[in-house]
């Protein structure tokens, strides 16, 4: 960033902790950013002329009369039809040597979409994942989270729904990705010849943990000028939003306030609602999606982070591993969307709402089954079906590397079903059964 005749330089600390610098100073805003000995900070607490900055890069080795600098404005991304197939670190400066974006310069974190403008979801977003196609499908504006183990591969399952997903913008958002994992997503994007509709922000395990906080707002930022200005359908896909938790955690800590559950700072809510309510179907036909990877610690689903998560978004995504497939599924008991209803059988086919019950129902007693057989139990025949049906439902529908779209996942269903089971067995309407149950 360049300097400026016009900003207001200070040559005295008053204090300094690992994070942050305090100094008296007038006329600055909250978010300001500003050079502190020549590091990159931002305003995060104002007392009357005494104000606080959080110092990205960490405070060692700055002195007390360190030289600071106050820019005037909170941080900024320039917005444009060229942000398309491109990478740009936490900041919004390009990434690989790329030429700086030409376009309206706009405030990074502003407030969530007025009410008043917001439009009812009705609109189907297919993700190409049959998991969450067929029984937890997602609307235009939505916004649900993927809880995941960190061991299992939410990167991958990211970078899959991106190329599939049916979308005119994705907007990737990656907090702490290692940069194995930042490779992948690059290398995956160019090989499917797909960045042209792809937009990156990335902030590595090697770069400052504070500069995750400016990703999302980033991400968010661009998601707006291509909804908002061009009318388009957007999807920002978010990873992982609790190294972002872990963020604020250092920044509260760092600062001596009290923490919260879990050592969470007291305003993680409405850190992580700022977020989540970006999501937004606009009346003009633009819309935000929002997805969102949080790990879970020892599958501990009561944490802070995504306890929290829960209240704000509309249902969740579990990944899972199968212990029949050894393939990673798309949890089909824990797994929710609560927007459904408004397109399964309105956007999609009329059978898609009887399907999805019978599949989940008769998953259900295939774990019946399982948990009869692993007591000693004997089982009968319909548990023995069940139980195949249950491996090929996992195999063909639920692991996350099946990519088909929604009519051939019904399809499958109904062959599955009159592979195992009969029309009475399967509980379907009469009249569904007649037009889709396979011809022998």
Same mark, same amino acid.
């Given at each position: ?48 002329? %005494? ?304 399907? %999805? ?84």
């Amino acid at each position: 960033m360049e300097t400026k005749a016009f900003q207001r330089v200070y040559t005295k600390l008053l204090g300094i902790t690992k994070a942050t610098v305090t100094l008296r100073a007038e006329g600055v805003s909250n978010e300001e950013l500003a050079l502190v000995g020549g590091r990159l900070a931002q305003v995060v607490k104002i007392q009357g002329d %005494m104000v606080t900055l959080q110092v990205f890069s960490g405070t060692e080795g700055i002195p007390t009369n360190a030289e600071v600098v106050f820019y005037g404005e909170p941080p900024k991304l320039k917005v444009g039809d060229d942000l398309a197939g491109r990478f740009f670190d936490a900041y919004g400066n390009p990434l690989f040597g790329g030429a700086a974006i030409e376009g309206e310069p706009r405030e990074i974190g502003g407030p969530s979409v007025n009410p008043l403008r917001r439009q009812q979801p009705s609109e189907l977003i297919a993700t190409g994942i049959a998991g969450i196609d067929l029984n937890n499908t997602l609307v235009t504006g939505q916004k649900i989270p993927f809880f995941a183990d960190p061991d299992q591969p939410f990167n991958q399952v990211m970078a899959m729904v991106a190329l599939r997903a049916k979308a005119d913008k994705i907007i990737l958002g990656g907090m702490g990705l290692s940069n194995d994992d930042f490779l992948f997503f690059k290398n995956v994007f160019e090989n499917a010849g797909a960045l042209d509709r792809i937009v990156c922000f990335v902030n590595t395990t090697e770069q400052p943990p504070v500069e995750r906080l400016l990703v999302p707002d980033m991400a968010l930022t661009a998601a707006e000028y291509f909804a908002v200005e061009k009318n388009e359908k957007v999807l920002v896909l978010l990873t992982d939003m609790t190294l972002y938790a872990d963020a604020l955690s250092i920044v509260s800590n760092r600062m001596d306030q009290i923490p919260s559950k879990d050592s969470m700072p007291g305003s993680l809510y409405s850190d992580l609602a700022k977020i989540y309510e970006k999501a937004v179907q606009f009346p003009s036909g633009g819309s935000i999606t929002i997805i969102a990877v949080t790990t879970l610690s020892g599958g501990d689903i009561t944490h802070a982070i995504p306890d929290n998560t829960g209240y704000i978004t509309e249902g969740q995504l579990f990944l899972r591993k199968d212990s029949d497939t050894n393939k990673v599924i798309v949890d089909p008991f824990r797994s929710l969307s609560r927007l459904k209803q408004l397109v399964i059988g309105k956007k999609t086919r009329e059978d898609h709402p009887q399907v %999805m019950n019978a599949s989940v129902r008769l998953y259900a007693d295939a774990a019946n089954a399982k948990t009869k057989l692993e007591n000693g139990f004997d089982l009968t025949d319909y548990d023995e079906r069940t139980l195949k049906f249950a491996h090929d439902y996992s195999k063909s529908l639920l692991a996350i590397d099946v990519n088909i779209d929604t009519d051939t996942m019904l399809n499958t269903a109904w062959e599955l079903f009159a592979k195992y089971f009969s029309q009475t067995e399967v509980s379907v309407k009469h009249e569904l059964i007649q037009k889709y149950w396979p011809k022998a």
